[in-house]
């Protein structure tokens, strides 16, 4: 059963949820917590629902694999909505990530992917400023938004502090990019992908 | 400031009793299931276990046998919370509750310094909608007593509900109880 509700951020009182850590995230995976229908990622020491995908979502999300999977050599992959072991508090499930080396390296979650790509349509301003903290605070280098809204491609690099709220981290660089435009990922420079096969 | 939705997950209260079943959670943990979300309890100062032991002390008191005063227990209060609330005076004797947490309190009490505003709105939303009767506020803030009755629903509050008829009290007055009207509490022997 998932339930969601909306921001308390906005209002007064504050609410002082309680964060879990990611091991104790891992137990309760373990324990069968969590049922298919159920799908929840751990951000920042909270339990997010995540929301149902619709055709164009999980379009975008096949497309950004393909390519990425085109652009990247035999010394990484790629893998689709799959568990990363992000920090203490975070083991979120990104539309897709890139990692460093094959599969079978990773008996326990990746930790650093080199890339992390979300497809976010409703969901646009929760992936770019809540998610994109919790991805900034960790290092992510390279982190892309594929925005449906809008039909662009956002890219956000540079990892920085930030005195606002929330994480206390933001990406320094952020580009928006047509569908005209082409992309080269951090991790693999000479790879040019286009933005147009990125999005439905 | 750009706001945006937090989709959290709410927990019902049998998922959160089996995650302290299940060892994730620990029973003294100072976590509090108010309307599927897990809270933080505030650390407690010392004015504020004062005012618990002064409170806990008067109700007995005043409600006498057939009474239990529960201080800091557990409440069965709807399907997705399970506060614990500074004290709770519920009908019957100890052992009624051996297998089950109380769901029916006859009177919450909660003390308040930097939680004020938390709980009478957030915490008073949630037990109006349970349909608690009785919610008085030890406010070390004020140094007075509100108490909250006769829940009323409200689309504004936080959980849809809130009490319609609020009181204030200041050292010298007395209280009595909705469910013992005979008998009064003064509002001095409450606070610290």
Same mark, same amino acid.
């Given at each position: 059963?998932?339930?969601?509700?909306?921001?308390?951020?906005?209002?007064?009182?504050?609410?002082?949820?309680?964060?879990?850590?990611?091991?104790?995230?891992?137990?309760?995976?373990?324990?069968?917590?969590?049922?298919?229908?159920?799908?929840?990622?751990?951000?920042? %020491?909270?339990?997010?629902?995540?929301?149902?995908?619709?055709?164009?979502?999980?379009?975008?999300?096949?497309?950004?694999?393909?390519?990425?999977?085109?652009?990247?050599?035999?010394?990484?992959?790629?893998?689709?909505?799959?568990?990363?072991?992000?920090?203490?508090?975070?083991?979120?499930?990104?539309?897709?990530?890139?990692?460093?080396?094959?599969?079978?390296?990773?008996? $326990?979650?990746?930790?650093?992917?080199?890339?992390?790509?979300?497809?976010?349509?409703?969901?646009?301003?929760?992936?770019?400023?809540?998610?994109?903290?919790?991805?900034?605070?960790?290092?992510?280098?390279?982190?892309? #938004?594929?925005?449906?809204?809008?039909?662009?491609?956002?890219?956000?690099?540079?990892?920085? +502090?930030?005195?606002?709220? %929330?994480?206390?981290?933001?990406?320094?660089?952020?580009?928006?990019?047509?569908?005209?435009?082409?992309?080269?990922?951090?991790?693999?420079?000479?790879?040019?992908?286009?933005?147009?096969?990125?999005?439905? | 400031?750009?706001?945006?939705?937090?989709? $959290?997950?709410?927990?019902?209260?049998?998922?959160?009793?089996?995650?302290?079943?299940?060892?994730?959670?620990?029973?003294?943990?100072?976590?509090?299931?108010?309307?599927?979300?897990?809270?933080?309890?505030?650390?407690?100062? $010392?004015?504020?276990?004062?005012?618990?032991?002064?409170?806990?002390?008067?109700?007995?008191?005043?409600?006498?046998? %057939?009474?239990?005063?529960?201080?800091?227990?557990?409440?069965?209060?709807?399907?997705?919370?399970?506060?614990?609330?500074?004290?709770?005076?519920?009908?019957?004797?100890?052992?009624?509750?051996?297998?089950?947490?109380?769901?029916?309190?006859?009177?919450?009490?909660?003390?308040?310094?930097?939680?004020?505003?938390?709980?009478?709105?957030?915490?008073?939303?949630?037990?109006?909608?349970?349909?608690?009767?009785?919610?008085?506020?030890?406010?070390?803030?004020?140094?007075?007593?509100?108490?909250?009755?006769?829940?009323?629903?409200?689309?504004?509050?936080?959980? %849809?509900?809130?009490?319609?008829?609020?009181?204030?009290?200041?050292?010298?007055?007395?209280?009595?109880?909705?469910? +013992?009207?005979?008998?009064? #509490?003064?509002?001095?022997?409450?606070?610290?």
């Amino acid at each position: 059963m998932v339930a969601v509700s909306f921001s308390y951020a906005m209002r007064a009182p504050a609410i002082p949820l309680w964060r879990m850590t990611r091991k104790r995230y891992e137990r309760l995976v373990d324990a069968g917590t969590f049922g298919e229908n159920d799908r929840v990622e751990l951000l920042d %020491g909270l339990l997010v629902a995540r929301e149902p995908q619709g055709s164009l979502h999980a379009m975008a999300v096949v497309l950004a694999r393909t390519a990425l999977e085109r652009a990247f050599g035999r010394r990484y992959h790629v893998r689709e909505e799959k568990p990363v072991a992000l920090d203490d508090l975070s083991e979120p499930e990104p539309d897709v990530v890139v990692v460093r080396g094959g599969p079978r390296d990773y008996r $326990t979650h990746p930790s650093s992917p080199v890339l992390v790509v979300e497809v976010a349509d409703s969901s646009l301003a929760f992936d770019r400023l809540r998610k994109g903290g919790v991805y900034a605070r960790a290092g992510v280098a390279d982190y892309w #938004v594929v925005n449906l809204v809008d039909d662009v491609l956002e890219v956000y690099r540079e990892p920085v +502090r930030t005195t606002s709220r %929330g994480t206390g981290w933001k990406f320094a660089s952020v580009r928006r990019l047509e569908r005209n435009a082409t992309i080269s990922p951090l991790a693999a420079p000479r790879a040019r992908i286009r933005v147009a096969s990125l999005l439905p | 400031m750009t706001t945006y939705p937090v989709p $959290t997950r709410r927990w019902t209260r049998a998922e959160y009793d089996r995650l302290v079943e299940l060892g994730v959670l620990h029973e003294d943990e100072p976590i509090e299931l108010l309307g599927g979300q897990m809270i933080v309890a505030e650390p407690k100062g $010392t004015p504020h276990s004062t005012a618990i032991g002064l409170t806990a002390d008067a109700l007995r008191a005043a409600f006498g046998p %057939g009474w239990v005063v529960r201080v800091q227990g557990p409440i069965a209060l709807d399907d997705e919370s399970e506060p614990e609330p500074d004290l709770a005076v519920v009908s019957g004797q100890h052992r009624d509750y051996l297998v089950e947490h109380p769901a029916r309190p006859a009177l919450l009490v909660e003390v308040a310094e930097p939680s004020l505003a938390f709980d009478r709105r957030y915490k008073g939303s949630l037990y109006a909608r349970a349909g608690v009767e009785d919610y008085w506020i030890v406010n070390l803030v004020d140094e007075v007593v509100e108490v909250h009755r006769s829940p009323l629903p409200d689309p504004t509050s936080e959980f %849809g509900w809130r009490y319609g008829d609020v009181k204030t009290f200041r050292p010298g007055a007395s209280i009595s109880t909705l469910s +013992r009207p005979d008998v009064t #509490v003064a509002v001095a022997d409450l606070l610290p």
